[in-house]
């Protein structure tokens, strides 16, 4: 393929790397959701921010003379996911999670939180393919299974806990971890019969979650982030008001 390029016979290379793409490999899907659904009557002042620095999502809103703010990130030392939700003002958060995906899938109500564990299709058309009859096929002896956990690490409200949601109330902090796994095991593993445990990596991973505060666990993920992000920084020089200094000829002229 390479002396190919290198010798301008692009169709020939085309042609080549069609002998070194594999077998199909169906298709990736996302594993599912965790939804979380505040007991507000209005939400005005909506704002969503990244900070690229930091790796941390905040979204804030207002709501009846109350500020709610949740902050998200995906931290690599601790292969957890974590969701700090927080309130100032008159009133406290009441929310219930609860989890679904559009995979086959079943909730289980785990210690302090929500399990959902679930198999993927055996066999995905994609929709190139065409019109194909069975094209998302499920057999579970040659399925990938997945499994997710939602757990709540910190709480200064009430907690309840059934087999499909969790409710929260009367908290004004609140700090969820999610863990997710599946039992790929390579490209060459059978997912089934060589597959891992993917319960057991989900609860691995909370497990070993050594300490629950916040700030904590917070600092080890911008620390671990920032060695990244901050390798390389772009100064662009002052600003300049781009209407004002370009101008473009008539387009249909």
Known sequence: VREALFAGDYKKADSLTKFIQGK??????????LWMHFNLKEANNYSRTLDI?????TVSIESDGTSYTREYFVSHPDQLMFIRLSSKGKNKMNIE?????????????????????????????PSYRGNMPN?????????????GMVKVLS??????NTDSSIQLSDASEILLAVSL???????DKHPVKEGRDEKMLVANALQQLALTDYATILKKHVADFSR??????????????????????????
């Open 24 to 33: 199909f490999s169906a298709s990736y899907a996302p594993l599912g959701n």
């Open 53 to 57: 620095r930091r790796g941390v999502v």
């Open 97 to 125: 999670l609860t989890m679904n995906s559009l995979l086959r899938h079943k909730l289980v109500q785990a210690v302090k939180g929500l399990a959902m564990n679930g198999i993927a299709p055996s066999l995905a058309e």
């Open 135 to 147: 094209a998302v096929q499920y057999d579970s002896a040659n399925a990938m299974r997945f499994s």
């Open 155 to 160: 709480n200064n409200g009430k907690q309840k």
């Open 181 to 187: 796994a599946t039992s790929f095991n390579g490209f």
């Open 228 to 253: 990244y992000m901050e390798r390389v920084s772009l100064d662009l020089g002052a600003s300049c008001d781009f209407a004002t200094t370009t101008s473009f000829p008539n387009a249909m002229t």
